[in-house]
């Protein structure tokens, strides 16, 4: 079982304790729970973090590597303060591993080119020696037809100033972009496509494709992550492979746990199901996750403990 969170439960390492246990009293199965977080600046908090400042963040070491959260229990990055804690941790010179800088796709608390520092070669320079990876949700570009600002639009495209907006920001991220795509192309192999069209440039208004210019690797939170914690090799050896996940909206089951646990789950041809408070998306995009089936249950710690013993009803009934 991999655990990303549940509404009403604080913490992801309480629901899967929760969780835990609610399927000891149905079922005599064991079950694995991998708490993985979900991707966001807080995933940190998942991993029982034993915290110390860098900067102007907190980090702490995870399976995933040195994972950085925002310092005072902030629920969003401060652009500023994310270089202060990199460029910390560059000039101490001892960090062992990747650096993991967890993004999801929650817009940052201030202007996410602050990151770049006043030249932005010379910070990339500072920060050679670091192996960044910054982790988002989405897929979203940075510029494009599919970029961040037409995103803004989604649904109100009649809104004639929401327009005007989204091409004011389209036009400055462009103008970025014109030195951030050839800054990020130095000693890199990018293909032919530009780092402003990259897969997730997009995310976290634009902090990933700040990170990403400064020599960030960019992933999908929910793989790397369930990679980190062994849940992909734990899925080899299961009769069933469960995703707790909160709400399950469009966005969530294109770039969240669910269809992660889904797709390890059908390398090793056996079934995957999400558990969740609010089913937001239709049978055939369930299907189409690569989900056996979802089920929904309420809020809270008894509405998630009297959801996993009927799960456990469901798929591993007591004999």
Do not use: K
């Amino acid at each position: 079982m991999g655990v990303e969170g549940w509404p009403g439960v604080d913490g992801a390492r309480a629901v899967g304790r929760i969780a835990a246990e609610a399927w000891a009293d149905a079922s005599d199965a064991t079950l694995e729970v991998f708490v993985v977080g979900d991707g966001g600046p807080r995933t940190a908090d998942s991993f029982a973090p034993s915290w110390i400042s860098v900067g102007g963040a907190q980090a702490t070491r995870t399976p995933a590597g040195l994972m950085l959260a925002p310092s005072n229990g902030q629920l969003r990055w401060n652009p500023l303060d994310l270089t202060t804690a990199l460029l910390g941790l560059a000039a101490a010179g001892d960090v062992e591993g990747a650096v993991i800088v967890p993004l999801g796709d929650a817009s940052p608390a201030g202007d996410a080119t602050d990151l770049l520092g006043q030249t932005p070669a010379a910070t990339r320079r500072a920060l050679a020696q670091l192996q960044v990876r910054a982790l988002v949700s989405t897929d979203r570009p940075l510029l494009g037809f599919h970029g961040m600002s037409a995103s803004l639009r989604n649904g109100r495209e009649s809104d004639a100033a929401l327009a005007v907006a989204a091409q004011e920001q389209e036009q400055r991220w462009s103008t970025i972009a014109e030195s951030g795509d050839a800054l990020a192309s130095r000693g890199m192999l990018l293909g032919p496509a530009r780092l402003s069209a990259a897969p997730g440039s997009g995310a976290a208004g634009g902090l990933a494709y700040c990170l990403a210019t400064l020599g960030a690797t960019l992933t999908r939170a929910s793989d790397y992550l369930c990679d980190a914690v062994g849940l992909a090799n734990a899925v080899a050896e299961a009769d069933v492979a469960l995703a707790v996940c909160g709400p399950l909206t469009p966005a969530a089951i294109d770039h969240g746990l669910a269809s992660t646990v889904a797709g390890i789950a059908a390398r090793h041809a056996i079934p995957a199901a999400a558990l969740t408070t609010d089913l937001g998306v239709g049978r055939r995009d369930v299907m189409a996750a690569g989900l056996s089936g979802t089920h929904e249950g309420g809020a809270g710690a008894e509405g998630l403990a009297d959801l996993v013993r009927r799960v456990a009803q469901t798929w591993a009934p007591r004999r």
